[in-house]
């Protein structure tokens, strides 16, 4: 069967941020019916976008098995990834400003899917690899501690 790499980034600000990460990676190995093949560090760094408390955040490789074209996978691993984030008290609601600008706040838990192989995937809910990579030192530093050649070389932009 074949297999992609699935790459995740995870955040956490609020209660104990260490056990919400952790409790994420379980349950989304639950999930994926298996672990990851790689876990960067856990880097630690001001709230992104609001004044907030300081996040935990940290980068996984899954290894999935591929199923379906890459869009309807996306959207069957954003259910999942919604789903963890449910179980772990987020409470989606996504707000806008009115220049259009979204509106951050404090998680405990947020989980965004970065990279999908070498697949962009571009639907009404789901862009991958995550256009906000290249603008988040927090994502992108355990991305590039985990991340394959390939991942690099087919998104060069996302590691300037």
């Not at 290894?63 to 954003?78: D, M, N, T």
Request: aromatic share 8%; hydrophobic share 40%; proline share 6%.
């Amino acid at each position: 069967m074949e297999r992609v790499n699935l790459y995740l980034g995870l955040g956490s600000n609020l209660g104990d941020r260490d056990l919400n990460l952790l409790r994420a990676v379980n349950l989304l190995d639950q999930a994926f019916g298996m672990h990851p093949e790689r876990i960067s560090r856990i880097v630690e760094t001001p709230a992104w976008g609001f004044d907030g408390p300081d996040f935990l955040n940290l980068c996984v490789l899954y290894r999935i098995p591929r199923e379906g074209s890459p869009e309807e996978h996306g959207q069957e691993i954003l259910r999942k990834v919604k789903a963890v984030e449910k179980a772990l008290g987020r409470e989606e609601e996504v707000l806008f400003d009115k220049d259009g600008q979204r509106i951050y706040h404090n998680r405990t838990i947020d989980i965004d899917i970065l990279c999908y192989g070498t697949e962009k995937i571009q639907t009404e809910t789901l862009t991958v690899p995550h256009p906000l990579i290249a603008q988040r030192d927090f994502v992108k530093k355990p991305l590039l501690e985990i991340s394959k050649p390939e991942i690099r070389e087919a998104f060069p932009d996302i590691f300037v």
